[in-house]
Each structure stands twice: as C-alpha cells, then as structure tokens.
C-alpha cells in the first residue's frame, strides 16, 4: 500500500502540469456542482419561502355559517398527537365594507391570536407605520386602502357586516405584505375584536398552522394526519386543505427546476468522470514502461493496481477541495457583487453542507471509479510486451 | 557446485493461429555462482530464453527450476515473490524509473518485497553505489544520467535483494567500448565478490569469450556449450 502510494504520489509529481491540469479539470466540474446546486437550491428556497412561507401551510376551516368553539381543546389535542407542525394559530374573519365619510371599500376583517399568528405572518415586520392592534376594535389596514379610503393612522371607520350591524373601528397601523391582494382587501385586528363584530362568542372559522422547516414538502401526509384526528374523534369533519394541493403549478415549476438540476449535475459528473478515466488511460500508456519494470522486479499485481488507484483518490481528492473552495468562492462573489437595488443579493444562494459534501465525495467517488480501468489495464500489463515495445 | 536455475525439455510456441515455435526443447542447467554467457542470432531465440529463464514468460511446454521450485505450479503472485526475490535483472535499455532517483532506483526492489528500510539496508544500498562508483551521483534523478551510469544503477540495483542468479540480456548493447569493458569488470567483480549466478546474453563475441561458460543458441536450439576448463 504504502510503496503504492509513494509510487503513485511520484508519477504525479513528475508530471506536474498534466495533473494540475486533470485537478482543475475535476476542480470545474466540482465546483459547477457546487455553484449550481446552491443557486437552485436556493432559488427554491427563497421561491418557497416567498410563496408560503408566510401563510397558512395547512388549514382547517369549517364549512361556511359554522364555528368552532372547541377551538383550544383541537389545538392543544392536535399538538400531542400530530408531529410535523411548528405552531397552530385561531384565526376568525369576517367580510364587509369599510366606512370613511362617503367612501367605501371592501374589506376582510381577519381576527387572530397575536402570539401564534407572528409566527406564521410576521405581521411585526410588515407594518410600516403605527403598530399592531392590541385591544379590542384597533385594526391595523393594508396600505392599499390609504389611497381607496383617503385615510391615516387613528382615523375611525365604520365596519358594516351585511345582515349582522355595525362596528366602529380605529385604524393604528398600515402593513405591506407585498402582494396587491392582500393589501387592498386585509384589515388585520385581533380574535374578540372579529367576534364580537359577528356577534358571536369565543369561536373560530379556522386553524392555520405552519409546517416544520425540512417537511415542508410532506405537508399532503401531515395533512392526512390531522385529518385523521377528527376521524378519531367523531368531531364531525372540517376540511383540512394543505399548501401543496392549492399551489400546484408552483410545485410543478419546483419540480421541474430540481429536475432540470439534476440533468445538470449529472451531466456534469459524466463529463467529469469520462476526463479523469480518459487521461488515467493515458498515464497507464506513459508509465506502461515503469509498470514493467516494476513487474520485471516482482511487484505484485494487486499493487501494480494500487498505483493507480491511489493516483485516482490523490487527484479526486485534491479536485474536489479545490472544487469546493472554487465553488463557494463563485458562490460567495455572486452573493456580494450580483445585488438588487436595496443590496439584497439577486438570487439567494442556499449553502448546505451536505450538499456539498456529497458533491465532494461524488467526485473522489467518480475518480476512483474512472481509475478502475487503468489500475485493471496495469495489473494486465505483460512485461514482455513492455520490454519488447521499447 | 548444486544447480540454481535448470530448464528441462523447454519448447515455446507464438501466436495460436499462424504458429511460431521459437524454442525447441530446451535443456539446460546453471550452476550456483557461474558466470555464463548466451550468444546467438537476432531471432534466434535468446531474448525469449531469458524471458523464460526469468519467469517473465511462461513456456508453452517443459519446467524451469529456480532455487529448487519448479515454477509451473507457482500463481502469479508467487511468482512475482520469487522474481523479487531470486533474480536480478539487467536490461540493455537500463529501464530505471525516471521519476526516481539512483538510491531509490537501487531501493527499489528492497521496497517490492514489503520490508521495513532499516539503516543496515540503507547503508548496503550505498554500498552498492558505491562499487558502482556512482556515490557522488545517488541523488540525481535516473533521467538526468549518462547511459553508462544509468547502466551501472541497474547492475546495484539487480544486486539489492542479494538474488541467487542476475540475467542480463545486452547490458552493454548501447554502451561504448570503455564503458563496455567497465561494466564487464564490474559484472566479474560481483560474481567473485558474492558468488552471484550471471547468465548473460550478448552479441558482443569479446564478452561472451570471457564468461566461464558459453552457450550458442541456433533456431531455438543449442548449438554449441562450451564450458571452459579453468572456470
């Protein structure tokens, strides 16, 4: 092993520009792995993040004109038995017009539990001016209906819901959740403020809920799970919707770009492992000679393979630091000097180490791999055809 | 003096189908610390003899004992052992490993056979440079060497593991007549100073006449076996 590997360490040594060439040869390849494997994984993320990474991921509504007034005993209940879910939060949402003078507008009066809510929302960094409501009657509009309304902070409105009356409302915020719809028709306010506009008690229509981070993706199954638990129960059944079914050209687009990834990727590695199998033939060619007159002193077959081997690990290995180094480099240039107008890099890179790692350990992997023939070519050789051909 | 090498009934055919047969049984045996020299023909089957007596080549029919062990019912692997360590090789084109350099060259078939390199083994490597006056030299890489010198490493080198028996097939082919008869000196000097076996193979007639023994190979048979009587 050890003469081998001092064998093998001297070849390349002797040949320095060719195996510099092959290591920045697999160092590309690497790091081209690496690169695009953030920025898609990336490109993702913050895709979904975007999407419904502020909303509810899966939700359990009742059927419309109907409350839950069980609201807490579900929730607590769904906590023990259901794992996957980060946080469950009451919301109850009224519909109507809002009143300024002699304008109108319409409006979704959407009650929640402020603690629960945040976490699903974040409702804090979206307000752009006052703050969240805290007491009953205090909502806090979408800046759209700054212009709709002609209205400021602590003006009072009127929120008529058809068929049930009126109530008077304060506004003591805007927010900006960044989506048009949203901000021409929200008015964000708490659970009793809702309720008692309904004129109903301490119930809810529905329990959003967020999704652990890394299961995002199985929220069809947690969903099934929640359901069961109704089943279970014979609470008679509310719908239980989750962000998968109702987004499926999103998730189509996703799929297709992990796809399109992996083509990448594997295409990449291909060309990778055809280049290092191709100039470790060639290097058997060169070093047939020294073969020979290794076997011509009694090296053993196996070590005579060895050689070989040794030199596809050496020139794997040291390609895919490089690779990994070059990679995060292109990386990390393209987060710093790629940005947008308020510094936020172009596309958000996704760095995850075990993607990377695996992307190295796919490399020495391929290399020792593409060695498998030339180290098999030298324990062949025939010194008499070594010594004949000279 | 016992036998180191004998070769018994040895035919080799080429090629399975347009069949060459290049040895014509063979029968030959080498005694323990004799100097013998092969002469012959190019296509006479020399080359191919030493091949055979050098376990590089397996013969189609006959056996070759080396140092008591009929080699036909050896694997490759022991074969490779025996090879390491039984015989030295000595070719005309020096064939060291131009990565390495002359002490490592010479190291070289010490470092095949797996054991540790002690000061001892160290030391008699130096040695061996140093008989073939090329201590001054030992840490020069085998490329950056003249022919005569590279041809000197590959002598200390065939001697490192103390084999029983060196085959050299044209060791002075490509060398000049000073360096020729140097390295002539050089072979007698070991075969007294070890008791080593050489089995040489030449064209060079001068050569050959000094060997104790001669024998001539003609279309893969042996036409002539002097041996002389001083030897």
Known sequence: ?390 | MPNVMELKEITKIYGTKIQTQVLFGINLAFEEGSFNSIIGQSGSGKSTLLNILGSLDRPTAGDIIINGKNTKSLSSKELSDLRNESIGFIFQFHYLLPEFTALENVLMPYRISKKPITKEVLDYANELLDIVGLTKVKNNLAINMSGGQQQRVAIARSLMNNPKIILADEPTGNLDSDSTEQVYELLRKINHQFGTTFIIITHDRHIAEKADRIVEIKDGRINLDITKANA
């Open chain 1, 1 to 390: 092993m050890k003469l081998a590997f001092s064998i093998a360490v001297r070849f390349l040594k002797s040949g320095k520009i060719q195996t510099w060439f092959i290591i920045l040869g697999i160092a590309i390849g690497v790091s081209v792995q690496v690169f695009i494997g953030s920025l898609i994984s990336g490109l993702q993320k913050s895709l979904v993040d975007k999407t419904i990474g502020n909303s509810s991921q899966i939700t359990i509504t009742v059927p419309s004109g109907e409350y839950m007034d069980d609201y807490s005993q579900i929730i607590s209940n769904l906590s023990s038995n259901v794992e996957g879910i980060e946080v469950y939060t009451p919301t109850i949402t009224a519909r109507g017009t809002l009143l300024e003078g002699t304008d109108t507008s319409p409006v979704v009066m959407r009650g929640f539990t402020f603690e629960t809510a945040n976490q699903i929302y974040n409702f804090e960094e979206k307000i752009t001016e006052g703050r969240m409501p805290n007491s009953i009657n205090e909502i806090v509009l979408g800046i759209g209906f700054k212009e709709s309304l002609n209205i400021e902070l602590n003006d009072q409105l009127t929120f008529d819901v058809p068929t049930i009356g009126t109530t008077n409302v304060i506004v003591v915020g805007f927010f900006d959740f960044k989506v048009q719809a949203i901000n021409t028709a929200w008015a964000i306010t708490t659970l009793n403020t809702v309720q008692t506009a309904l004129g109903v008690g301490d119930v809810v229509d529905s329990i959003e809920s967020q999704i652990e981070d890394g299961l995002i993706f199985d929220a069809v199954e947690i969903a099934a799970l929640v359901q069961t638990q109704f089943v279970n129960n014979g609470e008679g059944s509310p719908e239980v919707s989750n962000w998968i079914d109702n987004n499926e050209e999103l998730l189509s687009g996703l799929q297709g770009q992990s796809i399109s990834s992996i083509m990448i990727q594997v295409f990449v590695m291909i060309s990778v492992v055809l280049a290092i199998a191709s100039v470790l033939a060639i290097i058997v060619m060169q070093k047939s000679r020294q073969i020979g007159i290794l076997k011509a002193m009694g090296i053993q077959n196996l070590d005579a393979s060895l050689i070989f081997l040794f030199e596809g690990l050496i020139l794997g290995l040291l390609g895919a630091i490089f690779g990994v180094a070059l990679g995060l480099g292109l990386s990390y240039s393209f987060t710093t000097f790629a940005l947008k107008a308020d510094g936020t890099p172009v596309v958000p890179l996704f760095i995850d180490p075990g993607f990377i790692a695996l992307s190295a350990a796919i490399a020495v992997t391929a290399a020792l791999g593409a060695s498998l023939i030339p180290a098999r070519k030298s324990s062949k050789l025939s010194v008499i055809e070594v010594i004949r051909n000279a």
